[in-house]
Each structure stands twice: as structure tokens, then as C-alpha cells.
């Protein structure tokens, strides 16, 4: 395995990993039963999405293909183990358009409308989280997906950085320049920052934390290269989730 798509790999552990936690975070703040076979089920699923979206093009048929859909059918099973299957057929349909979402994303025809719309994308990549982690915690309260919406899409941002020398559609630092862009992410940081004063304690100090993290990230070069993308940018939707987690459980 070349050294990039072992880099690949590892990222996409690392953003499932950040998926599975960002679930668990859900759970938590709905005061829901944290279950192993939730967590295992959300990191299959985003290791499946990834794995497809990172090592195959335009939606091609291969081995790799394949192998994101036996993982994706072992995170339904392990789903399944975990949930009720109460109003299947509205689950049913949130994950039928997400993955309809995907496809669409990943798509050669679409290129310009979703990927190649610096607006779009982030949006794009934000709900379809939002949709999935839905269908395992099964509640809504618009604030809060809100929240966590804007904190996923400006995570996005960081891989458009990192990638604007090699993307063959528009993004944001290809459009405005890296230095111009660092400034939305910043403002996009504290306006999270903002928003979460409106929550409850722990939750509004821990992501006031995970702001000035961020901000600090953003102002450091080698945040933006390699291995370190994922780990300072997947990996904040980890700690955040850890230090929900932990403050929670410890009162």
C-alpha cells in the first residue's frame, strides 16, 4: 500500500472514530443508554461512506466498492442489535436519502452543484452526519443540531486547505485564498463559540475549550498537512464528545 492511500486509511479510521463519538455525544445529551453496538454500528457506517468516497471514483464499481458494502451491511446488523425497530419505515427513508445524498456528492455530473460550491458542500457533508446520527438517537431539538451542524461543516474547510492544489473544482481557499479563508473559519469558530453560551453547563464550557483549540489550530500551518488534518480536525469531534462524556458521568 502506497504511502498516501495508507494515509487515506488511516484518516478514515479516524473520522469514523469521530462519527461514532459524535453519536455517542447525541446519546449523551438526550440522556440516552450509551450501547457498544451503537458505537460499533456508527463507526462501520462511517468507515463504509468513507472507505467508498476515498478509494473509488464517480461511483465505479470495484473491489473496494464491495468491500465498503459488506462493512456497510455489518453496521445495519450491528444497528439492528442495538435499536428498536420502532417507525422502520421512516428510518428506512432518512437513510435511503442519505445515501441517495452520497451518491449524487460522489457523482462526476454533480461535481460543480455540490462539491465544486464552496456553500454547498460543507452544508452538503454536515447534513448527511446529521441525517445518520438521527437514526440512531431518534430526537430532535433544532438548536442543538443547529450547533452541531455549523461545527461539522467548518471542520470540512480544513480539508479543502489541504487538498486546493490537487481539487479540480472550486472550494473556498481555491476562491478566496488560504489566508482569507483561515479568516471565515475563525469567524465560523467563534460564532460556534457563541452559540454554545445558549446550552447548559458542562456543555457550554467544553465547547468554549474546544473553540479556542480550534482557533489555535487553525493559526498553526502544519495542522493543514498529512495525518495531522484528521487528527486535529476529526479528531476535536472525539475530544469533544470525551469531555462531554467524562464531565457528565462524573457529577
Not at 10 to 23: C, D, K, N, R, Y
Not at 25 to 34: G, R
Not at 83 to 91: G, Q, T, V
Not at 108 to 132: D, E, T
Amino acid at each position: 500500500m502506497c504511502r498516501k492511500n495508507l494515509e487515506k486509511l488511516i484518516g478514515t479510521i479516524i473520522t469514523s472514530l469521530a462519527f461514532a463519538f459524535e453519536v455517542f455525544l447525541f446519546e449523551v445529551y438526550f440522556n440516552q443508554h450509551l450501547s457498544p453496538f451503537t458505537f460499533l454500528s456508527a463507526f462501520l457506517l462511517c468507515f463504509s461512506g468513507y472507505t467508498y468516497l476515498r478509494f473509488t471514483e464517480n461511483n465505479r464499481i470495484n473491489a473496494i466498492s464491495f468491500v465498503a458494502f459488506v462493512v456497510f451491511l455489518l453496521s445495519i446488523f450491528f444497528y439492528i442489535q442495538s435499536n428498536e425497530m420502532k417507525e422502520l419505515l421512516n428510518k428506512l427513508i432518512i437513510l435511503f436519502f442519505a445515501l441517495l445524498i452520497i451518491l449524487i456528492y460522489h457523482s462526476s455530473l454533480y461535481l460543480r452543484v455540490l462539491r465544486g460550491n464552496i456553500i454547498l458542500k460543507p452544508l452538503v457533508i454536515s447534513i448527511i452526519w446529521l441525517l445518520l446520527i438521527y437514526l440512531y438517537v431518534n430526537e430532535f431539538e433544532w438548536m442543538f443540531y443547529f450547533h452541531q451542524c455549523l461545527f461539522i461543516a467548518l471542520l470540512t474547510i480544513p480539508f479543502d486547505i489541504k487538498t486546493m492544489n490537487t481539487d479540480q473544482f472550486s472550494t473556498l481557499p481555491k476562491v478566496l485564498g488560504i489566508h482569507k479563508t483561515k479568516k471565515i473559519l475563525a469567524i465560523l469558530i467563534v460564532f460556534y463559540a457563541l452559540l454554545s453560551l445558549l446550552f447548559l453547563l458542562p456543555f457550554s464550557i467544553i465547547s468554549l475549550v474546544i473553540s479556542v483549540l480550534l482557533l489555535i489550530s487553525v493559526l498553526s500551518d502544519f495542522t493543514f498537512k498529512n495525518l495531522w488534518l484528521y487528527i486535529f480536525y476529526d479528531g476535536v469531534i472525539i475530544l469533544q464528545s470525551l469531555l462531554v462524556f467524562i464531565f457528565t458521568y462524573n457529577q
